[in-house]
């Protein structure tokens, strides 16, 4: 019989906490018994955990930078595991064509510093379904998509898929530096992640037409996606790239059923023309 996972002798990092699967992962974590460094981008995000933690010396709150290597540093000291997830810095919020170089930078500053922290036996890279679904030859693959594929970059500039070329990017540059300094990284290629205020707007969503054709247009409930990342966290024998997800939108159904979700209040007849791609097409 396996050894059972002691999580009360675990000191985990969570970055950036202050994002939606950040603070649920928090949560999680420490309702799990596990000592929490909590890393947050921006003052004030801090009283976001008054109160969640009934054990105050299991919960330390850090204001990080992902671009301070020094402050990342800190946040890291005496921790075992880092759950990473990159949020976009607040004077930058949009996914443009320069927000690969913004989300790279930081993937490179974060997985450098694990290699410089002694105690670090994992890291739990978030990363995207959109750096797995976008090729030119998807069409005419014989195989499946899983989770040894790559989406092409170039393809993804071509149209403007500023998603898929930050999370492809940063994921790779995270990948070459972990195997490079020794890191013990799991990736989790999330789909779209069904957060309360996801709107239209969700950079993810350039191109869903397309995925939805494809078949490959999936999305995971927040829970399901904490989950996942405790579980490949905890299970000693993870490791590579996992596609994350319990919902596939391949019905004419689902797909009205998310437009709505997406633009309540809209028209009737909005639902029918993002199904049809007017909005959401290349």
């Not at 036996?121 to 090729?135: C, G, I, P, Y």
């Not at 020794?182 to 993810?204: E, F, Q, R, T, W």
């Amino acid at each position: 019989m396996a050894p059972s996972f002691d999580t009360s002798t675990h000191t985990v990092c969570v970055m950036d906490a202050s994002g939606h699967l950040g603070f649920s992962l928090v949560q999680r974590l420490l309702q799990r018994g596990y000592t929490v460094h909590a890393s947050v981008q921006k003052y004030g995000e801090e009283n976001l955990f008054t109160g969640i933690s009934s054990d105050p010396d299991k919960l330390k709150v850090f204001r990080s930078d992902p671009f301070d290597y020094h402050s990342i540093i800190d946040a890291l000291r005496g921790c075992s595991g880092l759950f990473y997830t990159f949020e976009p810095p607040f004077d930058q919020p949009n996914y443009d064509e320069y927000m690969a170089d913004v989300e790279v930078r930081a993937a490179h500053n974060v997985l450098e510093a694990c290699a410089q922290t002694e105690t670090m036996d994992k890291v739990v890279f978030t990363s995207s379904a959109t750096a797995v679904v976008w090729r030119e030859d998807r069409k005419t693959m014989e195989l499946d998509l899983d989770e040894r594929h790559w989406s092409d970059v170039n393809f993804c500039r071509k149209f403007k898929l500023w998603h898929g070329v930050s999370k492809t990017m940063a994921e790779k540059s995270a990948w070459a530096l972990a195997m490079d300094r020794g890191v013990n990284m799991v990736s989790i290629n999330a789909g779209l992640m069904m957060a309360h205020d996801l709107s239209i707007k969700h950079p993810y969503l350039r191109g869903a037409a397309e995925m939805y054709e494809d078949g490959v247009f999936v999305t995971v409930d927040l829970a399901f996606l904490v989950d996942a990342h405790i579980c490949v966290y905890e299970d000693v024998s993870s490791y590579g790239r996992y596609l994350c997800f319990n919902h596939i939108i391949n019905t004419h159904e689902d797909a009205v059923q998310l437009a709505r979700k997406l633009t309540p209040g809209a028209s009737s007849s909005l639902p029918q023309r993002l199904v049809r791609g007017r909005f959401w097409s290349f």
